[in-house]
């Protein structure tokens, strides 16, 4: 860049805010709909002060009734609103799963393209918070099997920003998952000028040239770090942010291990059935003879949730060593 | 499930060898890729290491004795192997066969080129390399990486030194070797031995009271020899230059760069680089004696002296003033590997104007060496030792240091200009490091 556009610092949760401030200023069709959204301003205080500047028609706070959330919002969207619904924590989702599959990913379709659904569902997700059973979970894999929806999963400001004024401006639905333990751990400078980011594009934090590391989420920066760590030992990885579980940028994959031959895959989410089987299969149909170690998968337990005692969340969770752990011993493979 | 194995060629115009002496007796166990019997021809000794892990059942040739290539010379005994071996042996005698045709000239190539002889001759390249395949047992255990790779540049993995866990080859492997050329994949499993100190085998092998008959290289040798001595008359100088700086530079780069590149990294491009900007300084050392006058080169060619087994060659490094550190270690590592190959290419021989002689790495403190006729100067770089050095302020400190050596044509310079140079060259090289961009 020639010249330095004028930028902020901000922690990811203020990008989300300054996000959707500028959302609702920009475009009098944008509402926020979602529990404790209003006068509550969000439990992380993400709207707070929203429901006096746009009123309580664009800023709505709604029963403890997932379903209708995002049920009134695919309504919202299909007749010419740009709803941003708000699941206060991923793990109460479950109830508009119908809402979600089967009504917002197949509107297009059913409609033959007459009605789409122009709708963003924001929901913080994630663990090592102590936030135990029911604050903790990931639920992309729940979602990203589904044809109709897209997910993005943004780890830094920057994409937060550039990410969801792209699920805003979709003409379709986008899960938009936020990691809450990056909340206020990650800071980052913010151009204070509109942009999107492509959904399904990845970003390469880090190049290398020994092993590909994707990754997403809270755990984007730490394999960074594992691998920063691991430069110290002149070992190269390269790093990928997958930014979106779906569409997923193939190509970026793909290119990386055509160059590292070696590929390691890191998410909270546990492992079976989890975004990492779709990556390790589709690598496996398109570059077989460029691996040259067996890929591998390093991710959070298959139980059913996250213990509240620390010591189990730290079990539960992959540490930045375990992770240089694991990128060292495929290097060395 | 005996295995027997054959008498390799090793060059491709070798057709016979003989058993130097066999390095395992009957009853024995040898591992996989173990050495087991020393052969030598008339271009090479080398040690040929077993292709199964097993125990020596029978040696069928006795030391001394003379066979041709393929050969049955000995029948090992495959341990752990189980029915499956029965199917693989025919393929891993395949295998052996074709390996055995994918073999370049080792080191010592006794036709190989000569220093900027035009007759020199010109690389018969291997259009069987081709043929290089891994055997079915080979391949178990590789990677789809490994595999594809070694089918597209012709490697036989089994020939390949293993770099990853518990010795797997790995793609970064058969890549290295591939940049080295099929010749050298194979040389790091049957190393070429280095020339006996009783210089036996450099030259065949000589008996006491006959007479070793000239091949064209050796002749070319000598003639170019006297040629420069008779007509170019040699003066001598050296001065002591502390290359501490540069050594920790050149020791700290040097993983990388290898890993990075697939050459190593010595000092002879640092080297060179200093070389070059000398001469920028010294410009009648990159000139010539004729007989209309001094003339002054406009290309900076820098020959680099290689010394192989049986001869000498200099490769030049054109227009070597255009290139980086980085530029320079690639280009002289690329000539190096092509003559230990025999791969140099006429136009890679002509055209110097100044050479260079990495002359320390076998420990030589101080050498008066031949210039290369037609040129001004050679200079020498002698081994590196660390010394006792008396610093400036008076104190001693332990240094690492380096005898530079030059040899130059009288007709062209005089001692004021040879001495200036290597002054300017010895402050060059004391400049250099500890840190800087290759």
């Known amino acids: 860049m020639a010249v330095a556009s004028p930028s902020k610092v901000m922690t990811n949760v203020e990008a989300v805010r300054s996000t959707l401030y500028d959302a609702l200023k920009r475009d009098d069709k944008a509402v926020i709909l979602g529990e404790d959204v209003g006068n509550r301003g969000n439990v992380f205080l993400i709207t707070k002060g929203f429901i006096e500047e746009f009123g309580p028609e664009r800023i709505i706070d709604t029963p403890i009734a997932e379903a209708s959330i995002v049920g009134i919002a695919v309504g919202m969207a299909m007749e010419g609103l740009r709803p941003i619904a708000e699941i206060q924590f991923a793990d109460f989702i479950y109830p508009a799963f119908n809402q979600i599959v089967g009504e917002a990913a197949k509107t297009r379709y059913r409609s033959n393209g007459e009605y789409t659904c122009p709708m963003v569902i924001r929901t913080p997700y994630g663990g090592g918070v102590r936030g135990a059973l029911s604050h903790s979970v990931s639920v992309e894999a729940l979602f990203y099997h589904v044809p109709g929806l897209k997910i993005v999963v943004p780890s830094t400001p920057r994409d937060i920003k550039g990410l969801l004024n792209a699920a805003i401006e979709d003409p379709d639905p986008v899960l938009f998952l936020e990691h809450k333990r990056t909340y206020r751990l990650i800071k980052d400078d913010v151009p204070d000028e509109y942009f999107t980011i492509p959904i399904g594009k990845a970003n390469i934090t880090q190049e290398g040239t020994q092993l590909t590391v994707v990754s997403y989420g809270l755990y984007a920066h730490q394999s960074l770090e594992a691998a920063r760590k691991l430069q110290d030992e002149n070992l190269s990885v390269e790093v990928i942010d997958l930014r979106s579980v779906r569409p997923m940028d193939r190509n970026a994959i793909l290119d990386s291990v055509r160059k590292t031959h070696k590929l390691l895959i890191i998410h909270e989410d546990n492992k079976f059935g989890g975004v990492g089987a779709e990556i390790s299969a589709m690598v496996a149909e398109e570059a077989l003879f460029e691996l040259d170690a067996p890929i591998r998968r390093l991710c959070c337990p298959d139980v059913p949730a996250m213990g509240y005692a620390l010591p189990l969340e730290e079990e539960y969770m992959i540490s930045t060593d375990r992770m240089a752990e694991e990128m060292r011993a495929m290097v060395r493979f | ?438």
């Open chain 2, 1 to 438: 499930m005996p295995t027997t194995i054959t008498m390799p060629q090793l060059g491709e115009t070798v057709t016979e060898g003989t058993v130097a002496q066999w390095l395992k007796k009957p009853g024995e166990s040898v591992e996989k890729y173990e050495a087991f019997v020393e052969v030598s021809t008339d271009k090479v000794n080398a040690e040929v290491p077993a292709p199964v892990t097993g125990t020596i059942k029978e040696l069928l040739v006795k030391e001394g004795e003379t066979v041709a290539t393929g050969t049955p010379i000995a029948v090992i005994e495959e341990v752990g192997a189980a029915a499956s071996s029965a199917r693989s042996t025919p393929a891993a005698e395949k295998a052996e066969a074709n390996k055995q045709a994918s073999q370049e000239p080792v080191p010592g190539k006794s036709d190989a080129p000569v220093a900027p002889a035009p007759a020199a001759t010109a690389p018969s390249n291997g259009s069987h390399a081709g043929q290089a395949v891994s055997s079915e047992a080979s391949l178990r255990g590789a990677s789809p990486a490994v595999r594809r790779l070694a089918r597209e540049h012709h490697i036989d993995i089994a020939q390949l030194k293993g770099s990853g866990q518990n010795g797997r080859v790995t793609a970064d492997d058969v890549l290295a070797a591939a940049r080295m050329g099929p010749a050298a994949a194979v040389g790091q499993a049957i190393s070429a031995k280095p020339i006996p100190a009783d210089g036996k085998s450099s030259y065949g092998d000589p008996i006491p009271g006959t007479t070793i008959p000239l091949n064209q290289a050796r002749k070319i040798i000598a003639q170019r020899m006297v040629e420069s001595k008779r007509t170019a008359p040699h003066a001598w100088s050296m001065v002591e230059v502390d290359v501490t700086d540069l050594w920790k530079w050149r020791t700290r780069e040097k993983d990388r760069f290898v890993r990075d590149h697939g050459h190593s990294l010595t000092l002879l491009p640092f080297f060179i680089r200093a070389v070059i900007e000398a001469i920028g300084a010294f410009p009648l050392m990159n000139a010539k004696f004729t007989d209309e006058g001094i003339y002054v080169n406009k290309e900076v060619n820098i020959g680099i002296a290689i010394g192989l087994a049986t001869n000498l060659v200099v490769p030049v490094i054109k227009n070597a003033d255009k290139l980086s550190i980085k530029g320079l270690a690639l280009a002289a590592g690329e000539l190096i590997d092509k003559a230990r190959r025999g791969k140099l290419g006429v136009d890679e021989l002509a055209g110097g104007t100044f050479t260079v002689n990495n002359n320390g790495a076998n420990g030589s403190y101080a050498s008066a060496p031949i210039i290369n006729g037609g040129q001004a100067g050679i200079v020498t770089m002698e081994a590196v030792v660390k010394k006792p050095v008396v610093t400036k302020d008076d104190a001693i400190a332990i240094r690492s240091m380096m005898n530079v050596c030059l040899s130059l044509d009288h007709r062209v310079v005089d001692g004021y200009v040879a001495s200036g140079f290597l002054a300017d060259l010895k402050k060059r090289l004391e400049a250099m490091g500890p840190d800087g961009a290759l």
